[in-house]
């Protein structure tokens, strides 16, 4: 337990320091590599990213299927037939994105005909080159990483990408500085993925002795394993029809403008959501072996309310403080006239916050190997949620758009997966859900509510957002200290600050 709340910790500085340096490289190397440098490289990197849906999730299978082993005492012999059955899979993936890479190669020119130079279409091709090999790369490190966290190693990945993070920050101011060319992003990305990768396999076959070997490839496994490498798959091509749907409609229906303010909105959410969802995969060993072990659904459930209260606490505070200071931050990041951004970012947000407190439930429903459930209603809300964005905004204009989304959340991902979980799972869905709340859902209430009081007196938009946060933070914490935590939380929080005060 304590290894893995290491590793979550770690999650968030990781995530942390991914945000700062976003947001300082995104400035950095469009003031030095200038719009039609940097422009390249995003056109093509932009098209790149979509390979990713060929990943298949093959780290969360490995995790998921070395874990059941574990779990069930099973010996080396059966563990090396798993991770030799799932590297093969990533080697054909491997393969696919090789063949579909080469063939945009030989399409890029086509593509590209009235947009780039003969010049610049050669630059794009051999920045593409080097993307498409950091990406596959990429795909071995993550089962690689699978392995290591199905034995329970939750420090290392958060350890390697903080790691990776800041020598490619540092790396790139150097290099850019000196030189302004937009390939060496992609060059840097290439060389450290390489390195990663050398060092991961090396690890896992010197600490865990585990095989990689095509021979010991068991068709079995490889046809119990498909539905749940399928589920991710359709998971992924959900993931980015969301990302990019209602900024697509917008700019057809609306103007860009209003695709630039949406996109304000989409981008706070995608901080809530990465904040919401580190938690969640750092259970999934844990979960898998006591599911193995054949654990009840009751006791089940009650092992879930502690990830869901950490969900609960990390996602509602980011939510209700958003609500209480966050159109003082919109109007000081980006400026006043993008103050609709605020009420659009909190329309999507409030109903994933519900969806995203019992998260944790989809490691169930991979060691349960029932995902492709989860996947198939993600279809049809995104397909729900493109036909009514197309007819709301019609009506309200591009918060129309929100509205559509936060409808098929609360339909598909709220209510049809939680009945899901209820019926057919055994979950006690509505007991998780109270426990998760209680003593954490009121005070972030409470405390949003007095923190906009406070700050309707305050005409000063700075002052304002420091006495709104403060408010909030202040009025939350008194009340889950004094009267939300539990014994369990009350009994972290001590030992928390005994190391401190001792150190």
Same mark, same amino acid.
């Given at each position: 337990?304590?290894n893995?709340?290491k &590793?979550i910790?770690?999650s968030?500085?990781?995530t942390?320091?991914?945000?700062i340096?976003?947001l300082?490289?995104?400035?950095?190397l469009l003031?030095s590599l200038?719009d039609t440098e940097?422009?390249?490289? #995003?056109?093509?990197?932009?098209?790149?990213?979509?390979?990713?849906?060929l990943?298949?999730?093959t780290?969360t299978?490995?995790?998921?299927?070395?874990s059941?082993?574990?779990?069930k005492k099973?010996?080396?012999?059966?563990?090396d037939?798993?991770?030799?059955?799932?590297?093969?899979?990533?080697?054909?993936?491997a393969?696919?994105?090789i *063949?579909v890479?080469?063939?945009?190669y030989?399409?890029?020119g086509?593509?590209y !005909?009235?947009?780039l130079?003969?010049?610049?279409?050669?630059?794009a091709r051999?920045?593409?080159?080097?993307?498409?090999?950091?990406l596959?790369?990429?795909?071995y490190i #993550?089962?690689?990483?699978?392995i290591?966290?199905?034995?329970?190693?939750y420090?290392?990945?958060?350890?390697?990408n903080i790691?990776?993070?800041?020598?490619r920050?540092?790396?790139l101011?150097?290099?850019?500085t000196?030189y302004?060319?937009?390939?060496l %992003?992609?060059?840097?990305?290439m060389?450290?993925?390489?390195?990663?990768l050398a060092?991961s396999?090396?690890? *896992?076959?010197?600490?865990y002795?585990?095989s990689?070997s095509?021979?010991?490839?068991?068709?079995?496994?490889?046809k119990?394993?498909m539905?749940? *490498?399928?589920a991710? *798959?359709l998971q992924?091509?959900v993931?980015q029809a969301?990302n990019?749907?209602d900024?697509?409609?917008?700019?057809i229906m609306?103007?860009?403008?209003?695709?630039t303010l949406?996109s304000?909105?989409?981008?706070?959410?995608?901080?809530?959501s990465?904040?919401?969802?580190?938690?969640i995969s750092?259970?999934?060993?844990?979960?898998?072996?006591?599911? !193995?072990?054949? /654990?009840?659904r009751?006791d089940?459930?009650k092992?879930l309310?502690a990830?869901c209260?950490m969900?609960a606490?990390?996602?509602?505070?980011v939510?209700f403080?958003?609500?209480?200071?966050?159109k003082?931050?919109?109007a000081i990041m980006? &400026?006043?006239?993008y103050?609709?951004?605020w009420?659009?970012? /909190?329309?999507?947000?409030a109903?994933?916050f519900?969806?995203m407190?019992?998260?944790?439930?989809?490691?169930?429903?991979?060691?349960?190997?029932?995902? %492709?459930v989860?996947s198939?209603?993600?279809i049809?809300t995104?397909?729900a949620? /493109? %036909?009514?964005t197309?007819?709301?905004?019609?009506?309200?204009?591009?918060?129309?758009?929100?509205?559509?989304?936060?409808i098929c959340?609360?339909i598909?991902q709220?209510?049809i997966?939680?009945?899901?979980?209820?019926?057919?799972i055994?979950?006690?869905?509505?007991?998780?859900?109270?426990?998760?709340y209680k003593g954490?859902l009121?005070?972030?209430?409470? &405390?949003a509510?007095?923190?906009?009081?406070?700050?309707?007196?305050i005409?000063?938009i700075y002052i304002?957002?420091?006495v709104c946060?403060?408010?909030?933070?202040?009025?939350?914490?008194?009340?889950?200290l004094f009267?939300?935590?539990?014994?369990?939380?009350k009994?972290k929080?001590?030992?928390?600050?005994?190391r401190g005060?001792k150190?």
């Amino acid at each position: 337990m304590k290894n893995r709340n290491k &590793g979550i910790a770690l999650s968030y500085v990781n995530t942390i320091i991914n945000l700062i340096c976003g947001l300082f490289l995104s400035s950095f190397l469009l003031r030095s590599l200038g719009d039609t440098e940097y422009g390249i490289y #995003q056109t093509i990197s932009s098209f790149a990213n979509y390979l990713v849906l060929l990943e298949f999730g093959t780290g969360t299978v490995m995790t998921r299927n070395i874990s059941i082993c574990l779990g069930k005492k099973q010996g080396k012999d059966e563990i090396d037939k798993n991770t030799s059955t799932i590297w093969t899979i990533t080697n054909i993936l491997a393969l696919v994105i090789i *063949c579909v890479s080469v063939l945009f190669y030989c399409l890029m020119g086509n593509i590209y !005909s009235q947009t780039l130079s003969v010049d610049q279409l050669n630059y794009a091709r051999s920045i593409f080159v080097f993307i498409t090999v950091y990406l596959v790369v990429s795909f071995y490190i #993550q089962t690689l990483n699978g392995i290591v966290l199905a034995f329970e190693q939750y420090s290392y990945a958060p350890i390697q990408n903080i790691a990776r993070t800041v020598i490619r920050t540092a790396a790139l101011i150097v290099l850019i500085t000196c030189y302004k060319y937009s390939v060496l %992003i992609a060059v840097i990305d290439m060389f450290l993925s390489i390195l990663i990768l050398a060092f991961s396999l090396f690890y *896992c076959i010197k600490k865990y002795r585990i095989s990689l070997s095509f021979k010991k490839f068991d068709f079995i496994i490889l046809k119990s394993v498909m539905p749940l *490498c399928i589920a991710i *798959c359709l998971q992924a091509i959900v993931n980015q029809a969301n990302n990019n749907v209602d900024k697509f409609v917008i700019g057809i229906m609306v103007s860009p403008e209003a695709v630039t303010l949406y996109s304000i909105s989409l981008y706070i959410f995608s901080i809530f959501s990465s904040l919401t969802t580190t938690p969640i995969s750092m259970y999934a060993p844990q979960l898998a072996k006591d599911i !193995s072990k054949g /654990i009840s659904r009751d006791d089940l459930t009650k092992k879930l309310i502690a990830p869901c209260r950490m969900i609960a606490i990390i996602g509602g505070t980011v939510l209700f403080g958003f609500i209480a200071a966050g159109k003082q931050f919109i109007a000081i990041m980006y &400026g006043s006239e993008y103050n609709l951004a605020w009420i659009i970012a /909190i329309i999507i947000m409030a109903p994933m916050f519900i969806n995203m407190t019992n998260g944790v439930l989809v490691n169930v429903l991979d060691v349960l190997n029932k995902r %492709i459930v989860r996947s198939v209603i993600l279809i049809i809300t995104t397909t729900a949620n /493109i %036909i009514l964005t197309v007819f709301f905004i019609g009506i309200w204009g591009i918060v129309g758009a929100a509205a559509a989304t936060a409808i098929c959340t609360v339909i598909g991902q709220v209510i049809i997966m939680n009945i899901y979980y209820s019926r057919k799972i055994k979950i006690k869905v509505m007991y998780m859900f109270f426990y998760a709340y209680k003593g954490i859902l009121p005070f972030q209430f409470l &405390g949003a509510v007095c923190s906009i009081i406070a700050g309707s007196f305050i005409s000063n938009i700075y002052i304002s957002f420091v006495v709104c946060g403060l408010v909030y933070v202040l009025v939350f914490l008194a009340g889950y200290l004094f009267f939300g935590a539990n014994e369990s939380e009350k009994l972290k929080l001590k030992s928390i600050l005994y190391r401190g005060k001792k150190k």
